[in-house]
């Protein structure tokens, strides 16, 4: 893909991102931040690419070492957010 | 696998992308964005992060299709398929026991820790794809990488480096292994503007010469920065280098996205990188201050407890016992508690909730209120009052409560001091002036649970609310204080 098109979602993924953000529910603030932790770790596309690719094998360590970073981050951070939403209770009546 | 082969054929980085991977990112970007979504509820907010989970599964097994690690002779390297499972798995054993284990009020250390995580993933990737760009489609057969990916990994490694050692420093203030007092080197402001531009001006020489001195050069001082920015941030301000940080990781995220041309990662990190950013803002606003303040830092150090300390007057004020503040509130047809990160420190809020339901029982009304700046991270203190149980229906934020202290019989405030302090309204010279707060003083009955006379608040300055007239002050530890009114409450026979 060209530049100016990569651009063009990015710029527009912004303005969604915007939007979305600001209709989160400020009790929800804390798993907000920790579910974008844990997307934010879709990084692991770049890591999973580094740690198949022959040629350099530092770059396959590298790589190898981000998959294991990005996975903590992943599950640890769909799991700690799972466990607080869990949390939210409607009053009973 | 006899698909792999055709797959790996037609995923060559820019050039030639596989049309169904391209369709299989834009999809889990869509699910990520439908994750957030679903946080504007929090009946809706389980099945945003499902979504979140979904979108993640995607965007992993269609890299692990197209860039299978591959033998010499085109099939498939079965130990580089395990070594790359055998990171994943070490990698969700540690997330998941992290995840399960954390007390609700580390939450912010967990989330700084998780952030230098991604940073440092970031500095990683871009690393590899620097030693190897032939494999990320980013060189030409000489070897020479694109200029634009040159560009876009500079800025991937700088913002992944700074990420990284900036929430390093973050979650040992919060984790209390350093001091939340600021650290003030001398001429801190030449020296940061100075690496900064330091390492503007390489990664566009970067463009130039693609040596590794270079490279290294910036990513050495992208870690430096990254340390010197937040050292000199007080305690009081690390809501808000949290959600920069957040938002930084976001910027990584997609930078190393633009470098890869994929747009999950791209749609991501937009998603992340404005999150963070408008989480920022809602902090630096909640305390009236400045974004730019903030960052140059020195907040709640020496200053601010110099300025507050030299005019200490001895005022009057009015003791109350557990027994007077069962009576008042049991009495009472509106009760407003305010909880602060004190009531957290006292592990006082399942105390807290059987106090409520107690009232409840006496049919009083019960309602939290809770100012965006109470806890230690964005929504802490709702998380802390949702896992002791309290309904997410009773806890409202400042906009929507603040007009009902003035009907409000007793406002029960127990471990918050700052985000009620009326200097903030009336005293210009006042450090916190402009701060919005909670107008506790409308209530008719104040009662303050404090555990002394003496501290201040972060802000170092002396609250008016504990000398009114309708104000009871209840000193002792929150926790202690908040059983003995539930047993005061349950002993009264009613």
Redesign the interface.
Known sequence: MDFIAIFSIFVLACFVGYFVVWSVTPALHTPLMSVTNAISSVIIVGALIASAAAGSASSKWLGLAAVVMASINIFGGFAVTERMLAMYKKKER | MDFQPILAAAAGG?GA?NPWA?IA?LV??IL??L???G?????S??R??RY??A??TI??VT??LT????T?DGGVDSI?LV??LV??????V???V???K?A?TA?PQ??AA??S??G???V??A???Y??P???GIADAAGQIFT?SRVEMGLGIAIGAITFSGSVIAFLKLNGNMSGAPIMLPGRHVINLGTLAAIIGLVAYFTFDQSPWVFWTVTGLSFLIGFLLIIPIGGADMPVV??ML?SY??W???A?????????????????????A??SY?MCRAMNRSFISVIAGGFGGDDAAAGAGGTKEQRPWKPGSADDAAFLMSQAENVIIVPGYGMAVAQAQHALREMADQLKKEGVNVKYA?H?VA?R????M??LL??A?V?????F?LEDINGEFAQADVAFVIGANDVTNPAAKTDKTSPIYGMPILDVANAKTVLFVKRSMGGVGYAGVDNDVFYMDQTMMLLGDAKKMADDIVKALSGSGH
Do not use: C, K
């Open positions: 820019h992308v391209a990112y889990s970007g990520f964005i994750a957030l979504r946080l504007s509820s929090p009946a907010s389980r945003g992060n979140g989970m979108g993640m965007a992993v890299t692990l860039h299978a690690p591959v010499v580089g070594e790359i990171a994943i798995g070490i990698g969700a540690i997330g998941i992290m995840a399960r954390i609700m939450m967990l989330v998780f952030h995580l991604v440092l993933a970031a990683a990737v690393a590899a794809a030693l190897n032939q494999a990320f634009v949290v959600s957040n990781s976001g990584a995220a997609a190393m996205g633009f470098t890869l041309g994929n747009t999950a990662m791209i749609i991501t990190g937009a998603l992340v990188g404005s999150s963070g408008i989480l809602i809770i965006p806890g991270m964005p929504g802490h709702n998380v949702a896992e149980n309904p997410y229906d009773e806890v934020e």
